[in-house]
């Protein structure tokens, strides 16, 4: 509790700005301002100097190398050759028709990567029969609740990728050498960054125009080491048959091939390379490096390769480039990855990393995550060679004109290669942010070799030579299955081949020219990829759904669970015989069991949102599972209030950090409030919901602007610690006494530590996604690259809650392409005691996968608003319940088979009920990859780690709502909402409380007992009025009702009126510190950060200054302030805001709706502004003014604003210096308006 310092005392009221810092110098006896230290510090040393004789970019090499060279040196795409060459060197290094379509063509026409739906369903890398990339076989990890996530959309002014790489000095020893690096200002080198740093210059320019020595920081010359990243073809593996070499896709049978025609010796050829090309970099670095490890300039010619290393000054290399560049009939390409992954480990383990920079000179680096992968493993820079000629290939073949028909007026209007490769790296650039973002890190120099990954499926011997130190928990695919894969790509691209050069005698020479393959990675297509979601099954489902079939769902059962044994870890599982035998001789006939109508009770449908699927399935949901005893989930998108009073209400109402549609009314109508966290189909990232889905009935259930499209921002921006959370928990909570609150993670390592902060944090609930699961869009990257299989989720959040002893105190629920009996039960025995479904009741309801939910033109009307498609929908409750109804009745069976009466019996019992199926393992994938699987994590008996704690939910967190301030406040006004309730008038109430900076979310108790009686509209205007003295906690007034007025004399906390649903509250300072000489409440700190966040109805008056994030997603309030901190007004969609002070940096990014008006009478305010969907004028108009000068007036009224006071005294004066800040498309929507009420009123005179 801080002390009640006398207001009287009290010089200055401030805050802790972002990046700066606080001083307090007890020899001086005063706070040192954060400039002065900064200039104290930067004085110090002569750095100017320092940076000016020492720093070099790459960009200013390639200006010198252009200076003696042809300006063909610029052109991205370097590699002009025969097509049929250019198509073998894409199937050699992995490339694919989806790949071409689905990946490239998106960045390089749009630059930005390519949207997809309804998650991943695709077999795990190492289950997979087909040769997948190295880069498959991880996965990105992200902030949940530990730190938050960066908004790289709206916030990107503090992310970089520009990072100084080479050889460094001692940090702990400031000096000229510390400046010495070559910055490069994007990690995604053009053709002629990359030709430059071969050859690097030897002299630098500096601003006086003096040329000086240009030096590492080792005083050394900046010179380049071309390392070969090959290794040679084994001949037998190199003899495909026919048939394999010329199918579309790829086979288990043709791998096999390579696998059993491999010799003796090829078993080990690629980690033979890779210690070899390990010792040649670090022989590179002491400058020992022999030829026979570099690439010749003649070795190149003929591949169109770029590089020599000739060292003649014994210095050695302060630049290594790995180059796969040789890699053609006669050798196979290590996967890059493996190669930058091992050479950075090497050169840490001997101590060189520091004394060289490593690029890679890529054949397979071809989308998003590969470059995150490659710059997290330890990479400087990437020139994704084939890559870029996979986009003139593109272009060459029509593709691109093609996509762009609509865009072009003629052929000649095509973007040409060069402009493909610019958008192609822009696309990279905004997707490698993205990626870091998701783990909160904001530059690249920060992410680069942070191994911010999990393996998934990889061998420790891979892991711990390549990534030491990456999680990786199963086990897996060793180096040979790995060249495998490599040999059968090399052999299917070159077996037909026949080059102008030398090959090995083996190498069959045919005029076939093999065709880029389908796999099916994202799209199922026979006899390719497996995938969960098969059409028979589908067609099984939907019979089962319409018919009530068992027979029918028997059929999808089996057709699912054998999907599931190519696809996903649960699939290798197994019932353990001895535990069917027991179950056997206990006796218990399905009689026994827990009837199918309790069961249902445990299954949710999934946090679908109103928008992104159509009001017409979204509703249908909430039907069947109101009628089960099951709940559904609104989603972030809100729900219209008139769905609470019947069938259709949603039982889960979620809260996302969109905040849309969240009112005290909307939680106050649920069973369980669920915070998402993060979403497992794209974790780390926000929702996202197109324009053209947002329609005016989207828009109104939201709080926006039709036809805009919306982003959540991936961070809650009221969570940034754990404890932050807690705090949201205690405000929805407050909320809503009687509900639960839930918080919703995803799977990946660590989860489970994060858990048992969330459970301490007092949740109710814990929800455990797998990284698989649907979504209406997000890119490519987060759906398949991002998130881990529930079943380690569950398994680890299990053990972990178990082993802390705190399991029993809450509700463990998983999602994530659950679809059958076996995978519920698999899901209990592992800890989970709910379970939440999207794509299978979505396929019950008619969904056919079509996966174009984010285009809106959904066939069947779930998952679009165009109301032509929505009148197509056919789908029935009915065949929700049913789906649900022949579910539990399957479970039901297994529950009796292992002896078990119920659910509960069957919670966290993995160890004792499950184990892998060594068939399963045969059987199924390749043996290559599967023998290397370890599954014991899975199935750790979480009993053993406590004995003596509780498997699952027995006890009721306490929230200690009874001790909040809010308990007497309800009593006094009690009798006014039982008046308004009987339709009885009352008269307004004031009261007075006195409170410290413990007591949070007051007036939130009282606002829920309000919204469910009263209903949305609340008390009349001022019916309640509350007094407040001192400085109170955190949440203060959070979704406050209408008809309560909080009047506070002192200051407020974080998150004051955080989602404001009516209410209004007043902060002004106390009457004694105002009569402290020289305090002038406008130059002071009133409210802390977030106030307003999410706010959507009701009015603010702050006598003072606000701090960061100042009405965020505020979407139908006023709010007047003194000034705020950074980022007001961000995503804002409604109400307006006066800000009668200064503002702070990336003022309006984001925002839609709502106007703002901004005194700027220093002209300062445009720099400040965000201008992406914003534009600033004059107030315009006497309309305007008047409501402006009204909303000025109101805050005087309220808290006898000096400021307010000037301004009116002034008013013509003042008006001058007022900046509009009106959003593009509000503009839009405001006009059409106006023009249909013009129409309106003159055809009815």
Known sequence: VLPQVPQDAIAIRARLEPGKMFLLDFEEGRIVPDDEIKERISASKPYDSWIDQRRTFLSDWVREANTESSPTQNQQIAFPEDPTVATRRLVMHGYTTETMETLLAPMAIGAKEGLGSMGNDAALAVLSLEPRPVYDYFKQLFAQVTNPPIDPIREELVMSLVCPVGPEANVLKPSAENCARLVVEHPVLTTAEFESLIQPPTTKTLSSGETVPLKTADGRQWRAATLDTTFTVNDKSSMLSSRSRNSLTYHHDAISEVLQEGNGDGASALETALRELCEHASAAVTASLNESGALHRHQHQHLGGCSVYSDDSGEGASIIILSDALAGPGRIPVPSLLAVGAVHQHLLRTGQRGKAAIFVDSGDAKEVHDMALLLGFGCDGIYPRVAYQALAKLRADGLVGARMRNLVSSPDDVPDDDALAKAYRKALAKGVLKVMSKMGISTLQSYKGAQIFEALGLHPSVVDFCFAGTPSRIGGAGFEALQADAEFLHAVAWNGYSPKYSIPPSVTVEPTVPRLPNPGQ???????????????????????????????????????????????????????????????????????????????????????????????????????????????????????????????????????????????????????????????????????????????????????????????????????????????????????????????????????????????????????????????????????????????????????????????????????QLKTARDVAIAAALGAEEFAFSTGPLIALGCIMMRKCHLNTCPVGIATQDPELRAKFEGQPEHVINFFWLLAEEIRGILSNLGMRSMDELIGTAGEVLEVDPLVLRKNGRPDKTRGLDLAPLLQPARELNPSAGLFKVQDQDHELEKKADVKLIEQVMPMIDAYANGKPHEPIELDFTLTNIDRTFGTMLSSVISKRLGIKGLPDDSVTINLHGSTGQSLGFTLAPGITIRIHGDANDGCAKGLSGGKVIVRPANEQLEVPGFIASDNVIVGNVACYGATNGEVFFRGKAGERFCVRNSGALAVVEGVGDHGCEYMTGGRVVCLGSTGRNFAAGMSGGIAYIYDPHAVFSDKCNPGMVKLTRVPGSEDEEELKSYIQKHYDATNSDRAKSILDSWDSSLEHFVRVMPYDYERVLKERAAIQEKQQEMAA
């Open 522 to 816: 994202f799209h199922y297509r026979n006899a390719a990829e497996a995938h969960l979601n098969t059409p028979k099954s589908m067609v099984y489902l939907q019979e089962a759904a319409r018919r009530n079939s068992h027979k029918a769902f028997e059929d999808y059962s089996k057709e699912v669970n054998k999907s599931n044994q190519a696809c996903t870890l649960r699939g290798l599982l197994r019932w353990r015989p001895e535990a069917l035998a027991k179950g056997a001789r206990s006796g218990i006939k399905l009689d026994d069991v827990e009837p199918t109508k309790e069961i249902v009770k445990r299954f949710v449908t999934g946090a679908m949102s109103l928008g992104s699927i159509s009001q017409e399935a979204h509703e249908a949901l909430a039907v069947a599972m109101n009628s089960l005893g099951g709940r559904s989930n609104t989603g972030e998108g809100g729900e219209d209030p008139i769905r609470f009073e019947d069938n259709r209400r949603s039982s889960i109402k979620q809260v996302a950090s969109g905040r849309f549609g969240v009112t005290s009314h909307y939680l106050a109508n649920s069973d369980q409030i669920q915070i998402k966290m993060a979403q497992g189909a794209k974790p780390g990232e926000g929702g996202e919901l197109p324009g053209y889905k947002v329609s005016e009935y989207i828009a109104q259930c939201r709080g926006t602007t039709p036809g805009v499209g919306l982003i959540s921002p991936p961070p809650h921006h009221d969570i940034y610690s754990i404890e932050d959370l807690a705090q949201l928990i205690h405000d929805l909570k407050c909320a809503n006494p009687q509900g639960q609150v839930s918080v919703k993670l995803v799977s990946e390592v660590g989860v489970g530590v994060v858990a048992a902060g969330v459970a301490k944090a007092k949740s109710d609930h814990i929800v455990v996604s797998g990284g698989d699961g649907g979504t209406g869009a997000a890119a490519w990257t987060g759906i398949k690259c991002a998130g881990l299989p529930w079943e380690l989720g569950v398994a680890e959040t299990q053990q972990t809650l178990v082993l802390n002893g705190l399991r029993d105190r809450v509700r463990l629920q998983t999602d994530g």
